[in-house]
């Protein structure tokens, strides 16, 4: 399994974090459908409201890559991006499970 984990701050703590997080919802039926996808967590920061981290998993790299190419992709981020701070680079790191030690 690979995990994709990307960080994102939005413009402030109340209504874009609100919104970024209600637009989230409605991201994770687009990825209910994708093959390959295993699940998602979006975590808020405790102590900085306007940072989340997503923590997204795939079979392989290659279904996340499908995911990222499935028409609707880009006009769900294009949403979410609108109350994110702006940025230079993407920040996302794709990493490969290698020990799951869950009850």
Not at 8 to 27: E, I, M, N, P, Q
Not at 49 to 61: A, E, G, L, Y
Not at 69 to 94: C, K, N
């Amino acid at each position: 399994m690979h995990v994709v984990i990307s960080q994102a701050w939005t413009k402030d703590a109340g209504g874009h974090a609100d919104a970024y997080v209600a637009l989230s919802v409605r991201f994770a039926a687009f990825f209910a459908g994708q093959p390959g996808f295993r699940g998602r967590w979006l975590v808020r920061d405790v102590e900085d409201p306007t940072h989340f981290t997503h923590i997204r998993m795939f079979d392989t790299v290659g279904s996340y890559e499908a995911a990222t190419r499935t028409p609707g992709y880009v006009e769900h981020t294009e949403a979410m991006y609108e109350h994110l701070r702006p940025y230079d680079t993407y920040p996302r790191t794709i990493g490969e499970v290698v020990l799951e030690d869950l009850p």
